[in-house]
């Protein structure tokens, strides 16, 4: 049935073309790029998109919270992809499972009316995503199930307000972000849905059509930015067209030259097969893209603490989930690399944020609290990890060079390779008062003496930041 309304619907709406008059009237951004006293215009090609300067406070940045919440949230089992691997699949193990738990004839739909996110709190969120030190969230407006977590006028039925939680849960999130913390607010949007008749549609004249695009996907595009401002405009499901179906180019220019959102939205490399990697803003080439060198395209790590699952899952065990040591690894590797680490974690259908992600959270925010300088608005270093030590990345600020060492030296002396020291260098360990004592290694390199304490008495109890001035 939710199909069947869903393409009379689709049938019926006219494209949501967003007026100037209203462009213009909304609230606009107070600060320009870096260096440019009037912002240029963008033609919707690749090559004039490309050119525009990513704005500074992404790469600043360097790690934020991904969320990925929806109706998927409320079987929470396998993962985000429940309904494809239902019926699309149609994989035996997730038949088993209905079988197993619900009655003949439960339909996807029917999960609807039970994600009613009772106990969702967004300043509660808000709150915990502040104290996990991140500077950026990006919360799942619509997955590929098309169900849109905010009341959007082109999905009649099958959104939070006509269903399941009668709440605006982009927008409550959106408020307390922005009242209650410094982050910045970002959107996830999908622009194919796996079951849409129109999308299937013109799947099936081979592009030939963009009855869905226009209709559904542009049109809860233009909705989201105007009513939202997202400063992160994060697109996926667009691998099985191309660009030009899409209209990407299009909506780029107007996001670039004349949206709300013109001078700070930042966007990823999603918008059509073949463009990951090679067009956008930043690139994400992949799900958990961590390349280990020095890229030379700004890039983001999205990946999850669950290893199996974008989404909450109720089946998951201790061991699906990552450790700090595991995090703090992770956040090592992409920074020394140029890269943003945009960490993942999945609400539970009554919008709580379980325990294991909040103390993930947490711990990410007192690792940082302690060692922000080494990542906060640094830039790689001339090298990324150390020849000689293993599990040493660098970054580097102004002056200073940081080597992350993700293991305490069982000497008590950590020697690094890479180093070139001189007569003014200073040897000092992030949230430790006291100077480190060094001595210069024959043919490169330093050995600094860590601190002679207890493990209770160090700054932090996973990496520890050795920070050098006077080295080159």
């Not at 949230?73 to 993962?79: E, F, I, K, T």
Request: aromatic residues 16%; charged residues 20%.
């Amino acid at each position: 049935m939710l199909l069947c309304l869903t393409a009379v619907v689709g049938f019926v709406l006219t494209m949501f073309a967003p007026s100037p008059i209203l462009a213009s009237g909304l609230e606009k951004a107070s600060h320009w790029r870096q260096g440019q006293k009037q912002q240029p215009r963008y033609a919707p090609t690749w090559d004039s998109l490309d050119r525009r300067p990513l704005p500074r406070w992404y790469d600043e940045a360097k790690f934020g919270i991904f969320m990925h919440w929806g109706v998927f949230s409320v079987p929470s089992y396998g993962s985000e992809w429940f309904w494809w691997s239902w019926k699309g699949a149609q994989n035996q193990d997730f038949i088993d499972f209905m079988k197993r738990n619900y009655p003949p004839g439960f339909s996807y739909a029917d999960f609807a009316p039970m994600f009613k996110a009772e106990w969702y709190n967004p300043l509660q969120w808000a709150e915990v995503l502040q104290a996990s030190g991140a500077k950026y969230v990006v919360l799942t407006s619509k997955h590929h199930e098309g169900f849109t977590n905010w009341p959007s006028k082109y999905s009649w039925n099958w959104n939070s307000m006509d269903n399941g939680p009668h709440r605006d849960l982009v927008g409550e999130l959106q408020m307390a972000i922005r009242n209650n913390s410094d982050l910045h607010f970002g959107l996830y949007y999908s622009l194919f849905e796996w079951f849409h008749p129109l999308y299937l549609k013109d799947k099936e004249n081979k592009w030939a059509t963009q009855e869905y695009i226009k209709e559904v996907g542009l049109a809860e595009l233009y909705e989201l930015v105007n009513a939202y401002h997202p400063e992160v405009v994060w697109s996926d499901g667009d691998w099985e067209a191309p660009y030009t179906y899409w209209n990407s180019t299009n909506f780029l220019a107007w996001l670039y030259n004349d949206s709300p959102v013109k001078d700070t939205v930042v966007t990823n490399d999603r918008w059509g097969s073949g463009m990951m990697c090679h067009h956008g803003g930043y690139y994400t080439c992949s799900d958990r893209y961590n390349p280990g060198i020095l890229q030379k395209h700004k890039w983001e790590n999205c990946m999850t603490i669950d290893k199996k699952s974008w989404g909450f899952r109720r089946e998951a065990t201790l061991a699906d989930y990552l450790d700090m040591d595991d995090l703090v690894k992770i956040l090592a590797e992409t920074v020394s690399c140029g890269g943003n680490l945009l960490m993942n974690i999945g609400p539970t259908h009554d919008g709580r944020i379980v325990p294991i992600f909040e103390e993930r959270l947490r711990s990410m925010g007192r690792w940082l609290g302690v060692n922000g300088d080494a990542i906060y608005a640094t830039k790689p270093w001339r090298a990324q990890n150390d020849t000689r030590e293993p599990g040493v990345w660098y970054t580097s600020k102004g002056d200073s060079v940081y080597a992350i060492a993700l293991d305490w030296p069982a000497s008590g002396n950590l020697t690094l390779g890479v180093p070139k020291t001189s007569a003014t260098t200073a040897v000092t360990m992030l949230g430790w008062k006291m100077p480190l004592k060094w001595a210069a290694v024959s043919g490169g390199g330093l050995t600094i003496q860590m601190p002679m304490a207890a493990p209770g008495q160090l700054p932090c109890q996973w990496a520890w930041v050795i920070q050098m001035k006077g080295v080159v």
